[in-house]
């Protein structure tokens, strides 16, 4: 049987010398081993969890204050998050529109129907997202009381994003404020991941040459996964907040109200976990 160029293998199979070397060296690097990660990309987190834990030792916090800082966080991030990825759709949208080679004549239209989607989609969230906030601040009000919070205020908010926010300025602590800083650093990959990447979209395109519109529309398609995570992504913290304030209330109960608690929960928030995971080699 005739074998040239290729080792022990038929012509048909055609296994080449360079085939089998590659696949030997990916063997070899099947075994995992652990990668420290590199500490500019969890020193932030690392900074967030000793900012947010300091924070609460120092400011002598209670289970309440920790509950009403990480509903305050979701909320604010939660939102930011939602805009952040309507503009990144808007950016992209408006960059097709007032391309040279777009049709003139269909330009209003499009940007009208453009405008009706985002101004859709941020009232359809504005009222999902902050109902569902609202809400869920009305039943932790009745456990964990703010002083000089009406009783009702947050299930009079229900639905009414305005009142929502009004009510949050009104009477949320200013301190609650500062936990902010250590969420949004260790947000900060998420937040306006969405609108990064649209700007990159949009100036990736070669704007000289004849088929820029339908590369961009192309692009565009080829991203709408990524470009949709930013929307799951604040209720997926939404789950994250509801496991630990239940976490939190369940200690309340028990009494055990230590900063060890706390420091449970803010490992759970902020510390980089998945950068000190175990992965495969690379070389």
């Not at 009232?123 to 999902?128: E, Q």
């Not at 789950?239 to 230590?258: E, G, N, P, Q, T």
Request: aromatic share 18%.
């Amino acid at each position: 049987m005739e074998t040239s160029g290729y080792i022990g293998e038929p012509l048909a199979l055609k296994t080449p010398v360079k085939a089998i070397t590659r696949q030997t060296t990916a063997a070899n690097r099947t075994s995992s081993t652990y990668e420290w990660p590199p500490l500019r990309s969890v020193l932030p987190d690392l900074f967030a969890f000793a900012l947010g834990l300091g924070a609460a030792w120092i400011l002598r916090w209670q289970t309440a204050d920790l509950v009403w800082s990480l509903w305050l966080s979701s909320l604010v991030l939660g939102y930011l998050t939602i805009i952040s990825t309507i503009g990144g759709y808007a950016y992209l949208g408006i960059k097709v529109i007032t391309h040279p080679e777009f049709s003139q004549k269909h330009r209003l239209t499009a940007f009208l129907a453009g405008a009706a989607a985002a101004l859709f989609f941020l009232a359809f969230f504005s009222f999902h997202f902050c109902g569902f906030h609202a809400g869920h601040a009305g039943f932790l009000s009745l456990f964990f009381p703010i002083e000089g919070l009406p009783r009702n205020a947050f299930f009079e908010a229900f639905m009414n994003p305005v009142r929502l926010w009004k009510t949050v300025f009104h009477y949320m602590p200013i301190a609650y404020a500062g936990f902010l800083i250590p969420a949004i650093i260790a947000e900060r990959r998420y937040v306006f991941a969405s609108f990064i990447q649209s700007v990159k979209e949009a100036r990736r395109v070669d704007w000289d040459g004849r088929e820029n519109v339908q590369q961009m529309l192309q692009s565009a398609k080829g991203s709408e996964k990524s470009m949709k995570d930013p929307f799951t992504r604040p209720y997926l913290n939404v789950i994250r907040m509801h496991l630990l304030i239940f976490f939190f209330a369940l200690c309340h109960f028990l009494k055990v109200d230590s900063i060890m608690v706390y420091a449970v929960v803010y490992s759970v928030y902020f510390f980089p976990w998945k950068a000190f995971g175990v992965g495969v080699a690379e070389t």
